[in-house]
């Protein structure tokens, strides 16, 4: 049996991925989960445990820590041949990338490589990766072949990345790149969903002011060029992200069942832009939301909105829920918290 690797698999995404994942492949595949904690809880893997019915193996592992990812390959290496790596363990808060950027490239950077410098001798060479959005300028339905030009740090990671797998790829292999959007919202049965140990993005923040742990949400910056001047974004549900995750990862089973040589990249998104605003007047519905301007946060971008259009031609994937669905899940997943 071979295995199928997943570093930062008790985050956010990565730990509805597993789920979405097992529903697909069942016991094909062993999944291996590493993590360093650093944004995630370790009761994460107890959750997953109750939804799939297994515990999975869990290495508490820092991808920048080449020698302890080494004996992780090496573990397996009989038994279970790592085959397939899923890489979402990275840092992603872009004002924090701004304001440390040496500690994002080490992290991500320097730690990817460790990972693929890994994959490469353990002969593993199926990589599906969590790229970002935030490696375009800023734009309206911005397709994949747009030039790369992050405006900030953390999106300057992800570029670096891509180049990186790109030129792994005229090796051989089977490389595919995922670049995101915002993904928001929880599972439907309120058991997973995004609990940062520091909100930095907009949905964990609104979320802290609908339980009353937050007074009020600040709103980055008024006077963007949109039409009420808060920053427009392409919001995608988790559970729509993590199903792009399994048909990727089905994608790449395929073509190496094959033996073919394979890269590509597409873009996760629904093609619909929200603002910040919109976010605000849609939970409100909800709960009422209070909140007040403030500065803009550095390395911030007026808009930016997918053209999923590739992604459905290529892969057959398309978004399917809307944005009242990611804040009504984003909204029972925290009020289980408190329960």
Known sequence: MQSILITG?????????????????GKQYKIIILDNLSNSNIQVLDTISSI?????DLHIVDIQNYNELVEVFKKYKEQYP??????????KAVGESVENPIKYYQNNVVGTLNLLKCAE????????????????????????EASFKPSNPYGETK???????????????RYLCLRYFNPVGATKDGKLGEMPNKPNNLFPYIEQVAIGNLQQLYVFGNDYNTPDGTGIRDYIHVLDLAE?????????IKKD??????????????GK???????????SKLVPIKYQFTNKRGGDVAILVANPNKTKDKLGWIAKRGLQEMCQDSYNFIKSKQQ
């Open 121 to 144: 001798e353990y002969k593993c060479q199926n990589f599906l990766f969590s790229s970002s959005a935030t490696v375009y300028a800023p734009g309206e339905f911005v397709d994949e």
């Open 244 to 252: 792009a995750h399994v048909v990727a990862l089905q994608e790449l």
């Open 9 to 25: 698999g008790l985050g956010y995404i990565g730990s509805i991925t597993i789920t979405e994942l097992y529903k697909a492949i």
């Open 273 to 283: 832009g929200f603002s910040v605003l919109d976010i605000v007047n849609e939970y």
């Open 52 to 56: 799939i019915g297994e515990k999975l």
């Open 159 to 173: 570029v670096a990345i891509e180049y990186l797998i790109r030129s792994l790829s005229k090796k051989g292999g």
């Open 257 to 270: 069942q094959m033996n073919e040589n394979y890269y590509d990249y597409f873009n996760i998104g629904t």
């Open 82 to 91: 790592i085959n397939y790596i899923i890489h979402f363990a990275a840092l």
